[in-house]
């Protein structure tokens, strides 16, 4: 490996730490937040990308592994690794955040803390992705909603505090039930291993010798943990309004890469470390899955602010995450994790034109939008784009993964397939709807259009950006999954689901 003797994981998460100190202490003028800010996320994003390159793709286990005694007496190491699976979500999430900085170049009101909490919510995300320790993986973890809260208080909508508030209870909540789970695997592995550890790899590997009702309870509680964070039905509550309220660049990270710490820790931490749990409750997963897609996608219908929508779609879009995870099979959850990285290129498509239209035309509400592409022609297209590729049109990196959890699912369930499949057809209803009330047809009377002019270059660059990797993963999927498969195939032999 060209990086074997690079700390590249700890260099990842400390050079968006320095560069948020450096915001706070140095970032005095707008320009120069933004600026240190940008410098210091397209370094993350450079260092993913060679992550990505010198991965060895096939080889068993975690790569790029530091780990370092930290509190010796309780068994907490600083402990950081990489497999098949984290590997794509560390490098969407260097992605997302240099793009969604770049998107915010003319946020005015408090730069430079906005800036900051940008960057400190990127060091927790990838802490989560590469941490192998429970007690890292959860000081990361609450590092990640510290951030979030402030985004969405201070440079949230009228409502801002309702769903800061809210936001913090259920993930809170959620953060409390998973903290119990991973005390109560702490000491029930102890025993068996002769040593205290919180090692993620340790306990998992002796968590064959768990008693099996102890796994069905640990299970549930991670199940609950995580469920709230994707969100899955009926823990959904709070996405719409932290959403709706928050700035366009915290929905953008809210729902591209803070949903997905909810799958990962499902797939990273409950499948292999309780594999007799998930099994139990694999009908109950497809259950709630097939909800969440049927909710999700029916309630879009109803929606009046575009916003609002594309937060309820995204709950119809991660059921079909949980229903991959939910079949168990190494195809469905490869297919999970793909939709995953899918979901989080298209959905930063779909938020940040959300933004654009409230920031352009002054209103995201679709029944007074109208005729808008002849004034606005890229935002059109990078809107069409997203809701195409958000509703599965072949090409694009949506499709794919749809397509393969949808292909694992009838080799689990047959034909309970056509309960989740039945949401193709009203996604696309939609999010065609949509389209056709805001970008077309003719131009709209009810609000003021004069001023409405297209997207800026700052706004340009990362839709453009996001567009082309939406087409080039659908084009050529497998140079993700061919990361993911060998480490689903080792999750799926756990579960004994081949």
């Given at each position: 490996m060209m990086l074997e003797n690079v700390p590249i994981l700890s260099l990842l998460i400390l050079i968006p730490l320095i560069g948020s100190i450096l915001v706070f202490a140095l970032g005095n003028t707008r320009k120069a937040a933004a600026s240190i800010a940008l410098v210091?996320?397209?370094?993350?994003?450079?260092?993913?990308?060679?992550?990505?390159?010198?991965?060895?793709?096939?080889?068993?286990?975690?790569?790029?592994?530091?780990?370092?005694?930290?509190?010796?007496?309780?068994?907490?190491?600083?402990?950081?690794?990489?497999?098949?699976?984290?590997?794509?979500?560390?490098?969407?999430?260097?992605?997302?955040?240099?793009?969604?900085?770049?998107?915010?170049?003319d946020v005015e009101h408090r730069t430079k803390e906005y800036m900051g909490l940008m960057l400190v919510l990127e060091v927790g995300v990838l802490g989560v992705f590469t941490a192998l320790d429970y007690f890292l993986f959860y000081v990361f973890w609450e590092v990640v909603l510290i951030p979030m809260y402030f985004l969405i208080a201070i440079w949230g909508g009228p409502r801002r505090a309702y769903a800061s508030i809210k936001f913090f209870i259920y993930t809170h909540v959620a953060s409390l039930a998973m903290l119990i789970t991973i005390m109560a695997l702490y000491f029930e592995a102890k025993p068996i291993l002769g040593y205290a550890t919180f090692s993620i790899v340790d306990i998992a590997s002796v968590s064959g010798?768990?008693?099996?009702?102890?796994?069905?309870?640990?299970?549930?509680?991670?199940?609950?943990?995580?469920?709230?964070?994707?969100?899955?039905?009926?823990?959904?509550?709070?996405?719409?309004?932290?959403?709706?309220?928050?700035?366009?660049?915290?929905?953008?990270?809210?729902?591209?890469?803070?949903?997905?710490?909810?799958?990962?820790?499902?797939?990273?931490?409950?499948?292999?470390?309780?594999?007799?749990?998930?099994?139990?409750?694999?009908?109950?997963?497809?259950?709630?899955?097939?909800?969440?897609?049927?909710?999700?996608?029916?309630?879009?219908?109803?929606?009046?602010?575009?916003?609002?929508?594309?937060?309820?779609?995204?709950?119809?879009?991660?059921g079909?995450?949980?229903?991959?995870?939910?079949?168990?099979?190494?195809?469905?959850?490869?297919?999970?994790?793909?939709?995953?990285?899918?979901?989080?290129?298209?959905?930063?498509?779909?938020?940040?034109?959300?933004?654009?239209?409230?920031?352009?035309?002054?209103?995201?509400?679709i029944p007074l939008l109208g005729g808008l592409a002849p004034k606005?022609?890229?935002?059109?297209?990078?809107?069409?784009?997203?809701?195409?590729?958000?509703?599965?049109?072949?090409?694009?990196?949506?499709?794919?993964?749809?397509?393969?959890?949808?292909?694992a699912t009838f080799d689990a369930y047959a034909w309970i397939l056509m309960l989740p499949i039945a949401s193709v057809a009203i996604t696309a209803g939609y999010y065609l709807w949509a389209l056709q009330r805001t970008m077309?047809?003719?131009?709209?009377?009810?609000?003021?259009?004069?001023?409405?002019?297209?997207v800026n270059w700052y706004e340009a660059v990362p839709l453009a950006i996001l567009a082309i990797l939406i087409v080039f993963?659908?084009?050529?999927?497998?140079?993700?999954?061919?990361?993911?498969?060998?480490?689903?195939?080792?999750?799926?032999?756990?579960?004994?689901?081949?």
């Open positions: 210091f996320s397209a370094i993350p994003l450079a260092l993913s990308i060679f992550l990505l390159l010198d991965f060895h793709i096939g080889a068993i286990g975690y790569q790029f592994i530091e780990k370092y005694t930290w509190i010796e007496s309780y068994g907490i190491a600083y402990h950081l690794g990489v497999d098949g699976i984290s590997v794509p979500m560390v490098f969407l999430t260097a992605l997302l955040c240099f793009l969604a900085i770049l998107f915010s170049w010798n768990f008693n099996y009702l102890f796994q069905v309870g640990a299970f549930a509680a991670l199940f609950f943990a995580f469920g709230v964070k994707m969100p899955v039905v009926p823990f959904h509550t709070w996405l719409p309004d932290a959403h709706v309220e928050a700035p366009t660049a915290g929905s953008v990270l809210l729902a591209g890469l803070l949903l997905k710490m909810g799958s990962y820790g499902i797939i990273r931490i409950a499948l292999p470390t309780l594999p007799d749990g998930a099994n139990a409750l694999m009908p109950l997963m497809l259950a709630i899955a097939i909800l969440s897609i049927l909710y999700g996608s029916l309630v879009c219908l109803a929606q009046r602010d575009l916003k609002k929508m594309v937060a309820f779609s995204s709950i119809s879009h991660m079909i995450v949980l229903l991959g995870i939910s079949t168990g099979s190494q195809l469905g959850i490869a297919a999970a994790v793909l939709q995953m990285f899918a979901h989080g290129l298209i959905t930063a498509v779909l938020f940040m034109m959300c933004g654009v239209v409230q920031h352009k035309v002054g209103t995201r509400e606005m022609p890229l935002a059109a297209t990078f809107m069409t784009i997203g809701f195409l590729a958000s509703l599965g049109l072949p090409g694009m990196i949506g499709f794919v993964a749809e397509f393969s959890v949808f292909i077309f047809g003719p131009l709209t009377e009810k609000i003021d259009t004069s001023h409405a002019h297209d993963f659908g084009m050529f999927p497998g140079v993700v999954m061919d990361y993911i498969t060998p480490s689903a195939n080792i999750i799926s032999a756990i579960l004994g689901v081949g």
